[in-house]
Nanobody, 124 residues
Framework: QVQLVESGGGLVQAGGSLRLSCAASGRTFSSLNMGWFRQAPGKEREFAAA????????YYADSVKGRFTISRDNAQNTVYLQMNSLKPEDTAVYYC?????????????????WGQGTQVTVSS
């Protein structure tokens, strides 16, 4: 079983940047597609970004495209989400997730394991 632990969340002003990290353990990280989702208060969890096994393919929600960058370091068993030009509407709990299959990575039900989440708050 893989365990996922997110870090890097916090409070930032609009226009600022944060980098989230998700450390994985317990299973071969390089065999997993990875994704980031977020959930704002009172809203459903939504897809933010995903990356394939080798990092050769990345996927983004339209709302974050051009501002967020997902990357991974398979030697360090870690996936990152670099978030730039943050907006108040980016405020949410951000979750890291792992998918063993090669299904649509924008769909949360296709992920097998989730982290506990890290809070990101963007002030205006």
């Amino acid at each position: 079983q893989v365990q996922l632990v997110e870090s890097g969340g916090g409070l930032v002003q609009a226009g600022g940047s944060l980098r989230l990290s998700c450390a994985a353990s317990g299973r071969t990280f390089s065999s997993l597609n990875m994704g980031w989702f977020r959930q704002a208060p009172g809203k459903e969890r939504e897809f933010a970004a995903a990356i394939s096994l080798t990092g050769g393919a990345t996927y983004y929600a339209d709302s974050v495209k051009g501002r967020f960058t997902i990357s991974r370091d398979n030697a360090q068993n870690t996936v990152y989400l670099q978030m730039n030009s943050l907006k108040p509407e980016d405020t949410a709990v951000y979750y890291c997730a792992a998918a063993a299959g090669l299904l649509r990575l924008s769909v949360s039900n296709n992920y097998d394991k989730w982290g506990q989440g890290t809070q990101v708050t963007v002030s205006s």
